[in-house]
């Protein structure tokens, strides 16, 4: 008789041990889910919007729009490999 529970107590065991890992894993959810929550309440905020919409080249009503092309870095500084002769050096040059 005693063969007759080891089945169902087994089953019960193995239930209860998914039922934990289900609910660590259902905490880890709501966690997330808490997280993306703040994320969109973030995003609604007007200069959070203003932000994105600038990056997507967007204008408001009203406001030119203005195409730069090229590089805004400018070109790096060339070195003529002597000394540039102080507050002066400019002379050198001619000489």
Do not use: C, N
Request: hydrophobic share 40%.
């Amino acid at each position: 008789m005693l063969l007759g529970y080891i089945g169902p107590v087994m089953g019960y065991l193995d239930q209860r041990a998914e039922l934990r890992d289900e609910t660590a894993r259902l905490a880890t959810l709501e966690r997330e889910r808490d997280g993306f929550k703040e994320q969109l309440a973030a995003l609604d905020q007007p200069a959070v919007l203003e932000a994105r919409a600038r990056a997507l080249g967007l204008i408001e009503p009203g406001e030119k729009a203005y195409l730069v092309r090229g590089s805004l870095d400018p070109p790096p500084a060339t070195s003529t490999g002597h000394d540039d002769g102080g507050p002066l050096g400019w002379l050198i040059g001619i000489f």
